[in-house]
Nanobody, 123 residues
Framework: QVQLVESGGRLVQAGGSLRLSCAASGRTRSNNAVGWFRQAPGKEREFVAAITWNVGSTSYADSAKGRFTISRDNAKNTVYLQMNSLEPEDTAVYYC????????????????WGQGTQVTVSS
């Protein structure tokens, strides 16, 4: 079991930037990676990015490539999502989750989830 807390979400204008944080506590070594997902009202939960704890291997959704960067600080047990060139379509609740097995791209591969942080991008 690992506890995850997201922070950093806020209202931002299109073209702006945000950095989200995901702080992990508890049995942090029991999971091998952390992923970011997002969910807008009326839409399915969508994969954004993931990173492994060991060597920092990254995976990105097509919508995130070239704009978003995921990173981690193992000493702080924290994962970050740097979001640049934000668009109104990026508006959603952003969640981080602990990965244990399966594909990084599917929510079913993650067992522990944070409560989410709201990101709103205005035109």
């Amino acid at each position: 079991q690992v506890q995850l807390v997201e922070s950093g979400g806020r209202l931002v204008q299109a073209g702006g930037s945000l950095r989200l944080s995901c702080a992990a506590s508890g049995r942090t070594r029991s999971n091998n990676a952390v992923g970011w997902f997002r969910q807008a009202p009326g839409k399915e939960r969508e994969f954004v990015a993931a990173i492994t704890w060991n060597v920092g291997s990254t995976s990105y959704a097509d919508s995130a490539k070239g704009r978003f960067t995921i990173s981690r600080d193992n000493a702080k047990n924290t994962v970050y999502l740097q979001m640049n060139s934000l668009e109104p379509e990026d508006t959603a609740v952003y969640y981080c989750a602990a990965h244990y097995s399966g594909s990084f791209y599917y929510a079913k591969s993650y067992d522990d989830w944070g409560q989410g942080t709201q990101v709103t991008v205005s035109s």
